[in-house]
């Protein structure tokens, strides 16, 4: 991938969302886009496991984990299962664990923090609804575009 998302906010300024800063790269690719898949859920990984179960086609999971830094939602056995199943990245809005073996698969993550915790298993959350990501309005079929700069979010894929 060629971009930037600096590049990308200069050229559609008007019509990109930027996520607000402090989302961290923990992934082995440290640039991704593709459109996305949403999830709410709050200190319970298990809708994140059944989505990364299937199959991805190139898109990001993007988890509205409601800013918890209590438990991460995303370790290395799912993020592995991210990797197998052809999801270009993960995005947690909460933690994620496991990050040095994260950081060596190729998938990109993105998340507030680290917490060893694991997290609940209650298999409760919404999927495939609008949420808010760093102050952005995200809705399912959106695009998100992440690299070393930040994470911006457009209607649909952008021209390269």
């Not at 915790?117 to 998100?144: F, H, T």
Request: hydrophobic share 40%; aromatic share 6%; net charge negative.
């Amino acid at each position: 991938m060629t971009f930037t998302t600096a590049d990308l906010y200069d050229q559609h300024e008007e019509t990109l969302r930027v996520v607000a800063p402090g989302f961290r790269s923990y992934g082995g690719h440290s640039r991704v886009a593709g459109a996305v898949k949403t999830l709410r859920v709050f200190e319970d990984n298990s809708l994140v496991r059944k989505l990364l179960e299937q199959p991805g086609g190139g898109r990001v999971l993007v988890v509205d984990g409601g800013r918890s830094m209590r438990c991460a939602l995303l370790g290395d056995n799912l993020a592995r299962l991210g990797v197998e199943n052809g999801w270009i990245g993960v995005v947690v809005q909460g933690c994620i664990r496991d990050s040095a073996e994260i950081r060596s698969m190729p998938l990109g993550v993105w998340a507030l923090g680290t917490n060893p915790r694991k997290s609940i298993k209650r298999g409760r959350g919404e999927v495939e609804v609008e949420i808010e990501l760093g102050g952005v309005a995200l809705r399912p079929g959106d695009w998100l575009y992440a690299d070393e700069d930040g994470i911006v979010i457009a209607e649909g894929p952008l021209p390269e």
